[in-house]
């Protein structure tokens, strides 16, 4: 069995990945995509996967809740350090290694 392709595709698919579609399409072409399935399908499956792989890189990439607890920890024992009068954390363990 061998699937009916549109001799147009090409033509459709470059529109397509050149972000010419529909804008910049011809109007004889256009009428050739309302007629020809083949070319609405891979329209609708071209546009289809390019919305999805733009809002793939749009979200916004969380840290691990591991990465996201550690950082709580160093700033609560940043902030514990600060509010006992060292402005950082690390003088204490300094100055306890010269006695
Ligand atoms: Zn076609």
Do not use: Y
């Not at 090409?10 to 009428?31: F, N």
């Not at 499956?45 to 809740?65: H, K, W």
């Amino acid at each position: 069995m061998t699937a009916f392709r549109c001799a147009r595709e090409k033509e459709v698919a470059d529109l397509l990945h050149r972000g010419h579609w529909p804008q910049a399409c011809p109007a004889e072409l256009r009428a050739h995509v309302d007629k020809c399935s083949c070319c609405a399908e891979l329209i609708l499956v071209t546009q289809t996967f390019q919305q999805a792989r733009a809002e793939a890189v749009v979200m916004p990439r969380l840290d691990a809740p591991g990465v996201v607890w550690w950082r709580a920890q160093l700033r609560r024992h940043v902030r514990d350090a600060q509010a006992q009068g060292e402005d950082r954390p690390t003088r204490r363990a300094k100055s306890r290694e010269q006695r």
